[in-house]
Nanobody
Framework: QVQLAESGGGTVQSGGSLRLSCAASGPIFSIYGMGWFRQAPGKEREFVAAVNWSGGTTLYADSVKGRFTISRDNAKNTVYLQMNSLKPEDTAVYYC????????????????WGQGTQVTVSS
C-alpha cells in the first residue's frame, strides 16, 4: 500500500492562493498516476486534477482550469497543486490519490488515498 501525506491546506480570502503538497512513499510503480480530489460537506467527492508520472500529462476539471496547476517532483515522489484565484466554492477537504496506472478522473480508479487537508476560502 502506498502512503500519501498531504500538507498545505488553510484558510484564505477569495482571490488568494494556496499550494498543496502530497508526498508518496511505499511500493510505487514506475508508471503511475496521481490525482487531487475534493469533497465539500454534503457533496460527493469530485475530481480536481491529475498527472501521469511518466510523461507528465495532466488532466483538469473544467471548474479549475486556468486557476489550478498540478505538477510533480520525480525525485521526491511528490505532487503539488497550486491553486490561484480561489473562490468560496473551492472550499472543501482536498485529497491526494494514487493509482499504479495512468491517471484518470474517476475516484474509484484510485487505489490509495491520503487523509485530506482542509481548504477554506472566505468571501
Amino acid at each position: 500500500q502506498v502512503q500519501l501525506a498531504e500538507s498545505g491546506g488553510g484558510t484564505v480570502q477569495s482571490g488568494g492562493s494556496l499550494r498543496l503538497s502530497c508526498a508518496a512513499s511505499g511500493p510505487i510503480f514506475s508508471i503511475y498516476g496521481m490525482g487531487w480530489f475534493r469533497q465539500a460537506p454534503g457533496k460527493e467527492r469530485e475530481f480536481v486534477a491529475a498527472v501521469n508520472w511518466s510523461g507528465g500529462t495532466t488532466l483538469y476539471a473544467d471548474s479549475v482550469k486556468g486557476r489550478f496547476t498540478i505538477s510533480r517532483d520525480n525525485a521526491k515522489n511528490t505532487v503539488y497543486l497550486q491553486m490561484n484565484s480561489l473562490k468560496p466554492e473551492d472550499t472543501a477537504v482536498y485529497y491526494c490519490a494514487y493509482r499504479p496506472l495512468r491517471a484518470t478522473t474517476g475516484p474509484y480508479d484510485y487505489n490509495d488515498w491520503g487523509q485530506g487537508t482542509q481548504v477554506t476560502v472566505s468571501s
